[in-house]
């Protein structure tokens, strides 16, 4: 069970931190969302703009708690 709680830790680190990388990378919003849009219509997931801009939004706040609770 120990290593199932090891590996199920490590995905979601994985998936953490990309998200973190590409929201934190320096590029413009527009350009970012879109990126996000396009892995998600790959994995067959489809958002318009106002759903689009709450899952980033649900993001960085996500991030941002983490950040402050690591501080």
């Given at each position: 069970m120990k290593a199932l709680?090891?590996?199920?830790?490590?995905?979601?680190g994985i998936?953490?931190?990309?998200a973190a990388g590409i929201l934190l990378?320096?590029?413009k919003g527009a350009d970012t969302r879109e990126r996000i849009a396009e892995?998600?219509?790959k994995r067959g997931?489809?958002?318009n703009r106002k759903e689009m801009d709450a899952l980033v939004s649900d993001i960085s706040e996500e991030l941002s708690?983490?950040?402050e609770d690591a501080e």
């Open positions: 709680n090891f590996i199920a830790a490590f995905i979601g998936a953490v931190g990309a990378a320096p590029e892995a998600l219509r997931i489809r958002l708690n983490a950040k």
